[in-house]
Structures are given as C-alpha cells and as structure tokens.
C-alpha cells in the first residue's frame, strides 16, 4: 500500500510546524523575537528529527505489513491500536523538553533554573507540561484520524483489522480537558508574569521574558489547538456513524452483502463488527431461503425457516390444479435423455411463472407433471379463479413458445376445489412439503378425462361455484371417475375467458 506511510509522517511532522509557528506568534506578541532562534533550533531539532526518528521505530511494524509481510499481521494490528497513545506520548515528552531545555538555556543553565524560587520553578514546569500536553493532544487526536483512514484502506484492500479496546469516553474526557484548560491558563498568566518580575533585576528579566513568551505560547495552543482537537474529535465521532449509516441504508434497499468497514478501534469499531456479523447471519438465512425456494415453493420455505423445519399441517378448503404435457411419452422417445430435461426444465420455469404470478404454490414435479394448490399454505381468497386463470395463461404461453428441437408442447389440465390437508412431511433428514385429500385425487383424475372428452381443462363443480359467473363454463355432466363413488359433476371453462382477472 503505497504512500500509505506517508500521512502518518506528515502527522507527526505537523507538531513541529504547529509548534514553530505558536512560538513565533508568541515572541511576537511577546516583542522578544531574541530568544526565538534558540527555542526553533530545539524545536527542529526534538519535535522534528527526534520525533521522526522515534515514529518511524513506532511506525515499523506497520510497514513491514503494509511493504506485505503478512507474518508480522498481528503486532501490526496491535500497533495501529496504539498508534494514537504512542504518538501522542511521543510528541508530548519532546514538547516538554523542548520547552524545559529553552527554559534551561533563559535561566543561563539548568543551576540556575533549579534554584528558582518554588514558586516560579512550578510554574515554569506546569507551563511547560501544559504546552506538552496540547501539543501531544494535538499529535494523538490527528494520528487517531489517521488511524481510521489506514483502517479503511486496509479493509478495501482485503485486510480487515478488529476493533481494539479503545475508550471513546477517554478520548472525550481528553478533549474536553483540553478545552477547559484554555481560560484557565488566560487567568493564570498575568499572575506568573507579574511573580517573576519579583526576582532580582537580571534573572526577572530573564525569567519574566521567558514567562511571557511561554504563557503566550500556551494560551495560544489552548485556544488554537483545543479548536483542532475538537474538530478532529467531532471528525472521529461522525466517521464511524457515517460508515454505519451509509451501510445501513445499503441494507435498506436490499443489499445484504454490504459490510461496513471497521474505521475506528473503540465502541464504534465493536458496534460496527457486531453489525457485521449480524448481517452476515441475515445474508446466510436468505441464501439458504433463496437456495431452497429453488427446490420448494418460496412461500413454504419462508414458512419452514419461520417453523424451524417443519410446518404444522393444515386443512382448509383450497383449489388445487394438476398439470400434464400432452402425449409426452412419445415426445422423450425422439430426443437424447439430456435434451428431455432441458425441455422440462424450460417447460416448468414457464408453469412456475405464471402459477407464481398468481399467488399459487408448486408443491411438486414430477416426470412431466406439475402439482399446484391455491390457499395453501399461502392464504387466497380468489383461490378458484386465479387457478383458472393460472390454466388459461399455461395453455397460452405453450402456444407460442417452442421447446427443445422447436417442438412445441400442449398440457393437460385439471383443477379441483375442496378441502385439503398440507404440511411438511419426511424423517429428521429429509423433510418435503405436500397435499393431500380427495380434492388432489379429484385434479389428477381430471386431467386425465380430458383425453377422454377432448377438452384441455377441466374443473370441478365446486371451483365452478366459486368462479360466479366470471368464466364461461361448458357443463359435461356427471362423469364416472375412477376412485369416486359418486360421479362428479365436470365443467370446462371456455378458452374465451382467458386473461380474466
């Protein structure tokens, strides 16, 4: 990951800037631009050599891992966690001895700053750790966004990392630390200044030069970089909820394969994670939702996830059609074992859609047969009309469509209203769903008749009842039918009312 190195460095090299610039600002407020040549020197020196020098030896494992040497992953991961503290740190103890070492070089030696009442020793050294700590706020905060831009490229160049045992409340508490010291060291200053002008003549003009160049410097870090640290907390704030949401609304339009990418290593990195895994486990049960609707009708396998694993059966009144392709035996004979599947294949996907399209569910193939019900398992008040409305499309999709070699297919159709039983049925290993009950019996048996009459769909007389009037009929009587002790009475829907919805 080329360049990837190079905004760590650059973050780090900004302390040095930002510190330069507060002490040249301040030897100007100040009007002692004579001990600025002294204090950049350091500055170039700790915040900028020594500071480079101890990132890059932070920074190491990170670039053996970024230069592909997947062995050092781990402690890799492990120093992008604590990339921020160690940073920070780091910037901090230079910032301080910077100041502490101008200090030094004011007083005209370290004696001499040692021996200065304890008063101003304190402060001196308050100051000092003051400018310190902003400085390594500073440093911390910018390395922290760091932090989640080099997550978010690693998580798109496949290397995801996981969220660390960050505190986002300690990174608040930071902040708002650091902006509450701002008016504290604006009360302070005059006070520091005035106590060391108290000094004899020489070293009070000495210390109390240095007094006002550091109040100077530290009042302007707390209100320029408490300014910075807390934009970048905000911007470390609103990244990870906006990954989240963006993520979320992804979801929201169906996309359950998109994953949000782990930007930050606190409790916005464990929730996003968390957000992970649960939508992986929702993309795994539509998967196998869709995988199995392949094999059984999508309403059942909906309702069997739902039931985990079986649905209890039921009995309700429900139409049930039966399909058949006409003179299919000798049609097989004609063609290679291979060429009959893809044409039954082609042939039931056209059955499927129009059955689906109407609220019907294919229970089962088999050979060259289809068996669909109407109301169950999935509930349909218009049962009876839409299975013949179902048979009426079939009958018109065959005609125009041509299967395998060209040969074009015509189905046998019989539909039959009445009650039903269905449910899931099979061993612990296997399990199927099904009907049953006279009402199928009375479908099958119908289909076949139609050979008999020369008709293409018949229906019984309770699906004609249902139909009211909507569909013009052709009463064939009471027919014997095998299996039923009674005739039934058989009507034929006429073609015409085809597309009748």
Do not use: C
């Not at 125009?400 to 061993?427: E, N």
Request: charged share 20%; net charge positive.
């Amino acid at each position: 990951m080329k360049g990837a190195a190079l905004g760590y460095f650059a973050a780090m090299a900004s302390a040095a800037a930002v510190a330069a610039l507060l002490a040249f600002v301040a030897g100007s407020a100040a009007d002692h631009r004579a001990l600025l040549p002294d204090l950049l020197v350091r500055i170039a020196l700790l915040l900028g050599g020594v500071n480079l020098a101890g990132a890059a030896l932070i920074f190491a494992p990170i670039r053996r891992f970024l230069a592909g040497d997947l062995h050092h992953r781990d402690a890799a991961a492990r120093r992008i966690n604590a990339l921020p503290a160690f940073s920070g740190l780091l910037v901090a103890a230079l910032a301080a001895a910077v100041m502490l070492g101008h200090s030094a070089v004011v007083h005209g030696s370290w004696e001499a700053l040692l021996r200065s009442p304890p008063r101003l020793l304190a402060g001196t050294l308050l100051h000092t750790g003051g400018f310190g700590a902003y400085l390594g706020l500073y440093a911390y905060f910018l390395v922290v966004d760091y932090s989640s831009r080099l997550r978010e490229r690693l998580w798109q160049a496949g290397e995801p990392l996981a969220a660390g045992e960050g505190k986002m409340v300690y990174r608040l508490v930071g902040a708002l630390i650091a902006v509450a010291l701002a008016p504290i060291f604006i009360l302070l200053s005059d006070q520091w200044a005035r106590a060391a002008t108290e000094m004899p003549m020489g070293a009070g003009m000495r210390h109390g030069a240095y007094m006002r160049q550091t109040l100077q410097m530290n009042v302007f870090a707390a209100l320029a970089l408490a300014g910075v640290v807390i934009w970048l907390v905000a911007r470390g704030l609103a990244r990870p909820v906006d990954v989240l949401l963006g993520a979320m609304q992804r979801v929201n339009r169906g996309d359950l394969r998109t994953k949000a990418p782990v930007v930050s290593d606190d409790e916005f990195g464990l929730l996003t994670e968390q957000f992970n895994r649960m939508l992986a486990g929702l993309e795994e049960r539509d998967r196998i939702r869709r995988t199995f609707a392949r094999f059984v009708p999508e309403s059942v396998a909906a309702a069997v996830l739902a039931e985990e694993g079986a649905i209890a059966s039921q009995e309700r009144e429900a139409t049930v059609l039966f399909a058949d392709i006409e003179s299919f035996t000798a049609i097989a004979s004609t063609l290679a074992p291979r060429e009959v599947v893809q044409m039954l294949n082609d042939y039931f996907a056209e059955i499927a859609r129009v059955i689906h399209a109407r609220s019907g569910v294919i229970t089962q193939f088999q050979g060259d047969a289809v068996l669909a019900s109407f109301n169950l398992p999935a509930a349909d008040a218009q049962h009876a009309r839409h299975a013949v409305e179902a048979a009426f499309e079939v009958h018109a999709r065959l005609a125009g469509a041509s299967f395998t070699r060209g040969i074009r297919l015509r189905a046998r159709i019989g539909i039959s209203t009445g009650p039903v039983v269905g449910g899931t049925v099979g061993g612990d290993e296997r399990l199927g769903y099904t009907v049953h009950g006279d009402t199928v019996n009375l479908a099958a048996r119908l289909e076949a008749l139609n050979k008999d009459l020369g008709s293409r769909t018949l229906i019984s007389s309770r699906t004609a009842q249902l139909l009211a009037g909507r569909v013009p009929l052709r009463d064939h009587g009471a027919v014997s039918v095998r299996g039923f002790a009674e005739p039934p009475r058989i009507f034929e829907p006429l073609a015409a009312a085809a597309h009748t919805r």
